[in-house]
């Protein structure tokens, strides 16, 4: 057997990954990663270097699964001033070690399994906390994770409409032209009345205010990503009901907990388990940071695949 370890390219990762495979495997582990040492999963919170001569950052995301015997890391850097130049703004690698020897297994493209895991472990949010008779989608942002999301959560709701809002106008109208939706000229007008809300963008500042939110919407807020930033008013997240996918994660990283100051009302994977209330009926937001392990368990279905072809 050869032990060169083997690589994979985003084509062949996109190949493979079904959105409709993913979000039980996304779900399943978000519930294994809440259990704590039931779950038989190890995930440090990630490390993180910030790049800031050039406006960017490194962060390096392991985890291991017992349960699924899988190992692995993935290498990140995020660099928004990218946008608009043709270089993506996120650019990742996982690599996957044999955790029975410590053989190295593969390496491949991380991007695909970004774009989609995240969306998946939305998918999954929103299973449990949006209203059962979810109509209006409203999607802040036009770039990449505002295109998974836009096809993780038609597998959750039987939408009507869909609204778009990116700050720059031609971009929001280039993804209604791909992904059937309306654009909308302010975040207000896309938001008010929407029944799920999805937050994909670079804003460091709040863009979203409480009075806008219906009540009982529930938001996936997936960007500042950061312990400084905000896509949410700090009202916002004070009124409505918190979930994350990692508490530790959250509350050393992400500024619309830190600032605001909101309670953490339970972990995703404490919904899965049901451990923790899914409180439908109220305002929910998921923060989402982005977990290790949601990595790892995509990556084990990736290579699995793309092995028995190869
Ligand atoms: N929670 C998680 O697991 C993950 C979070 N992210 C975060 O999600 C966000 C979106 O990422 P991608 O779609 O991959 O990036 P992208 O580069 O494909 O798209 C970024 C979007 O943000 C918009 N934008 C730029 N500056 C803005 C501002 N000042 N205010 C409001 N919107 C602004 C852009 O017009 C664009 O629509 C980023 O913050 C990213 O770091 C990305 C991957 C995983
Ligand atoms: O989990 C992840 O891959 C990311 N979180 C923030 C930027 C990318």
Known sequence: MSRLPKYIEADDVKRVLKMTELIPIIEKAMGDFSKGDDGGVVQPVRSFIPIEKHGGFFAAMSAYSEKDETLATKLLTRYQENAGTGIPTHTSAIILFEPSTGELKSIMDGDVITSM??????????????????????????????????????????????????????NAQYFSSQLRSKVCATVEEAIRGADVIVTATFAKQPIVEWEWVKPGAHINAIGAVNKKWQELSSELMQKSVVYVDSREAAMKGSGDVIISKADIFAEIGDLVNGTKEAQREKTTVFKSLGIAIEDVVSAKLVYDKHMENH
Do not use: M
């Open 117 to 170: 895991r995240t969306a998946a472990a939305s998918a999954v949010a929103t299973k449990y906390l949006a209203s059962e008779n979810s109509k209006i989608l409203c999607i802040l942002g036009s770039g990449d994770q505002a295109r998974s999301h836009y096809k993780s959560l038609h597998h959750i709701c039987n939408f009507e409409e869909v609204r778009v809002w990116s700050p720059t106008f031609k």
